[in-house]
């Protein structure tokens, strides 16, 4: 009786072990920042690992957010003893990927491998409005500061003009406080340092979008003569769908790729002539 439970136990442990090396996952590295890829591997014995449902390759939106991406899977392989996937997320949190497959035995199991996702901006990275050049007149940009000035200056002494010309035409005085249209300067501003960052090629992705960004949205607000600096990203877009004339298929892949770019890695870069092509798309499609 006493060997019959011995090897009972035997046999037990002989099982669980069995069963522990059946199957492993893991990612590399398990922490990572939005947009930055991590490698997910799944080993297993021969037979342990059946019917595997693997995500395919391409873009999967957030469940939460549909109009926003999750994830995406750029590598898929798959051999007689792993699984293996190249994944970028584009949202903070701890995350498990639709994974499933069938064992030996016939029981479905998900895949619990978790990956942690952490913000991209760090305390020195800044919004658009931060990273605009500073006022000065030294190199190049002195230049362009000098042609801005001049600019409102035009602007402001022309407006003086037009309530010159109207009060000299009404009987009655009129009280008046004249400034320059602040969206110019705004718009003009961004044009600059979008001018600049293209000088460059390759551009750096992250800046040239969070710039192209604050230009969009200084453009909806002169457009549409309404303030949308408290505007979210998506409450934007929205905006503009409602009020331009867009295709939505391409619209939106264009929120989708601002959103995304904003927060890629420092190293990503876009070629000077796809900045040409997004500047004259959004100039193009906000001419109303």
């Known amino acids: 009786m006493r060997r019959l439970c011995i090897g009972t136990f035997l046999s037990c442990c002989i099982f669980f072990v069995s069963t522990l090396e059946a199957f492993t996952e893991e990612w590399a590295p398990n922490a990572v920042r939005i947009g930055q890829k991590a490698v997910y591997v799944l080993e297993f014995s021969e037979g342990e690992v059946l019917s595997p449902e693997t995500p395919s ?3 999967y939106p957030d469940p939460d957010s549909p109009d926003l991406p999750l994830f995406e899977v750029f590598v898929s392989d798959q051999d007689a003893g792993r699984i293996r996937l ?6 903070v949190g701890t995350f498990v ?3 499933n ?3 030996s035995k016939g029981a479905k ?5 978790t990956l942690k996702v952490e913000s991209s901006l760090q305390e020195k990275d800044k919004s658009p409005e931060d990273i605009l050049p500073p006022d000065t007149f030294s190199g190049p940009y002195g230049w362009r500061l000098a042609g801005l000035i001049a600019g409102s200056t035009a602007l402001l002494l022309g407006a003086l003009y037009a309530y010159y010309l109207h009060r000299t035409r009404s009987k009655v005085p009129l009280d008046a406080i004249l400034q320059a249209d602040p969206w ?3 718009i003009l501003r961004y044009e600059s340092m979008l001018s600049e960052l293209m000088e460059n090629d390759p551009i750096s992705a992250r800046e040239f979008y969070r710039c192209l960004s604050g230009w ?3 453009a909806v607000s002169q457009k549409l003569s309404v303030p949308t600096a408290h505007l979210t990203e998506s409450e934007l877009f929205s905006r503009i769908y409602d009020s331009f004339p867009l295709n939505g298929d391409e619209a939106l892949a264009w929120e989708i790729l601002l959103k995304k770019a904003q927060y890629s890695p420092e190293e990503s870069i876009v070629s000077k002539e796809e900045a040409i092509v997004a500047l004259d798309f959004w100039k193009e499609a906000l001419r109303k």
């Open 57 to 59: 390759l391409g873009m």
């Open 109 to 113: 199991i998900v895949s619990k491998a």
């Open 97 to 99: 990927l639709p994974l």
């Open 216 to 218: 969009i949205r200084e």
């Open 184 to 186: 110019i300067t705004k």
């Open 86 to 91: 190249e994944v970028a997320y584009y949202s």
């Open 101 to 103: 497959w069938t064992d």
